[in-house]
């Protein structure tokens, strides 16, 4: 296929893109509080023609020429952040630009996916006879995978054959990625003063019984994802030094593979174990794409690498194929000091645009 033209020159569409992630980073968008980065990105397609509609938090368009007979690829990604930590030396909502970095919070996850697949949508909007339709949705709610984030927007959207999920992987396509399954534990025991003989100690059984499960292993590994892996994230017991408490309570973080669903996950463990579960939910399962479909071959023929994501974002409840790609590193995520280089921004939008151009 001919390299599609564009209205915009790729220096155009980079000054896009910072200056609009500039504007973002600027404005507090914690989880549920996004109100009025959706304003802002509402305002950069309106002074671009583009008609945008708003459900909730989120902001969604279609390519001009829409057919409604032909399938969807959908452009997705998030405008909310976590809330910035203690070990940030910068403020988190001022964008500064040194070094070829721009700093602030949200400006690696996902700020940089989220401009760069805006100008890509830009890019393609005005095309004619594409194979597919080209849908983009800016959402909400992905840091504490929330309901009224892209899994209410998703009965809103048209037919989506493909979902494109933009989070930092620089650049490479993670082509699975792991669910994640929290786990709420009690063990009970006998209650008693510390200074006799109690065989019945919450916490002592707790402890054999966090062990055993810490040292399982899942009998099937997967060959995106490797192991299920299982962490002891919290535990809590006794409130004075001379009280046998009558429980133990902890939580388990658990990293599904495509191996299993959550709810097999969660059979599995309870089967290893003496105390009482209960999981918080089972919504946030692992998924998957074909080695062959063409959006992953398309990414291989222009050098892309493929891999496994150990971390989770809102492919986890996108209910159609979908696959993880964007600009940035995972490992600067909610850091102090977070940011993006300029040319990771460059690099994003000239990739999913030479990607794209291979499928549509």
Not at 65 to 79: E, R, V
Not at 90 to 105: A, E, N, S, T
Not at 325 to 341: F, L, M, N, Q, V
């Amino acid at each position: 296929m001919e390299e599609l033209k564009s209205v915009y020159s790729k220096e155009e569409l980079l000054t896009h893109a910072v200056e609009l992630l500039k504007k973002l980073i600027a404005i507090p968008s914690f989880s549920k509080d996004e109100y009025n980065t959706s304003v802002e990105i509402e305002n950069f397609f309106k002074k671009h023609h583009i008609p945008a509609k708003r459900f909730k938090n989120n902001i969604w368009a279609v390519n001009k020429n829409f057919d409604a007979s032909k399938p969807s690829i959908l452009l997705n990604t998030h405008h909310d952040t976590v809330k910035p930590n203690k070990a940030y030396t910068l403020d988190p909502f001022l964008p500064v630009v040194q070094d070829g970095k721009l700093y602030g919070l949200g400006s690696n996850d996902a700020g940089a996916s989220l401009v760069s697949m805006v100008q890509v949508f830009l890019h393609f909007y005005e095309k004619e006879d594409l194979k597919y339709n080209l849908v983009i949705a800016l959402t909400a709610e992905e840091e504490i995978s929330g309901f009224d984030g892209i899994e209410t927007l998703f009965s809103q959207l048209p037919d989506i054959e493909l979902a494109i999920v933009g989070e930092p992987t620089q650049m490479n396509l993670a082509i699975a990625e792991k669910g994640l399954l929290v786990i709420d534990g009690e063990m009970k025991g006998t209650p008693s003063h510390a200074a006799h003989p109690n065989d019945d100690n919450s916490i002592v059984k707790c402890m054999e019984d966090l062990h055993n499960i810490l040292n399982f292993r899942f009998p099937k590994v997967s060959d995106y994802l490797g192991e299920v892996k299982v962490t002891l994230s919290g535990i809590h017991a006794g409130v004075q030094h001379n009280v046998v408490p009558e429980a133990c309570t902890f939580t388990l973080d658990v990293r599904v593979t495509d191996e299993y669903s959550n709810k097999e996950a969660f059979e599995i463990i309870q089967s290893q174990m003496k105390s009482s579960l209960t999981a918080r939910s089972f919504r946030l399962n692992s998924s998957k794409i074909k080695m062959d479909h063409p959006f992953v071959q398309a990414g291989l023929e222009i050098g892309r690498a493929t891999y496994g994501s150990p971390t989770s974002s809102d492919q986890a409840i996108i209910p159609c194929t979908s696959v993880k790609i964007g600009p940035g590193d995972s490992r600067r995520s909610h850091t102090a000091d977070e940011y993006i280089y300029i040319k990771e921004i460059e690099e994003g939008i000239e990739i999913y645009i030479r990607i794209l151009e291979k499928v549509l």
